[in-house]
């Protein structure tokens, strides 16, 4: 069982990593060359920060899991779910592909194709 968490693990981290790398770079080249892109700028932000999260999280779970688990990933029957660190284990592991899936919609959505949104104007009085 376990070797099975190690090889989804290794997988998993070259596919996200080299989609980690790709949205790193996507999102300075956009910031950088084509600010006018940006048609929502909070969204944008936002996918910023959940990339951020998204590289930041995974590696703090698993050193927390490894300092406070004390040899979680070496006995098999703890992976199993019998001693509850099946779940946490989970959450570890799958943290992080959320977070990169969840920035990378909001940057995809904060950079929709259409026209930019108008100057803002104030709404005009009813006597006027």
């Known amino acids: 069982m376990p070797s099975e968490y190690l090889f989804l693990q290794q997988l998993l981290g070259s596919v996200i990593g080299f989609g980690q790398a790709t949205l790193m770079a996507s999102l300075f080249l956009v910031l950088v060359f084509r600010p006018e892109r940006i048609r929502h700028r909070g969204l944008f932000s936002l996918a910023c920060w959940l990339f951020a999260l998204s590289v930041l999280i995974p590696p703090v779970i698993n050193l927390l899991l490894g300092a406070l688990g004390g040899g979680l ?47 803002f104007q104030p709404p005009k009085h009813p006597l006027d």
């Open 73 to 119: 990933l070496a006995n098999p029957r703890n992976l199993s779910g019998t001693g509850g660190y099946g779940l946490v284990l989970a959450v570890a592991m799958g943290c992080g592909p959320i977070l990169f899936g969840l920035s990378l919609l909001m940057a995809l959505l904060a950079l929709r194709p259409g026209p930019p949104p108008g100057p």
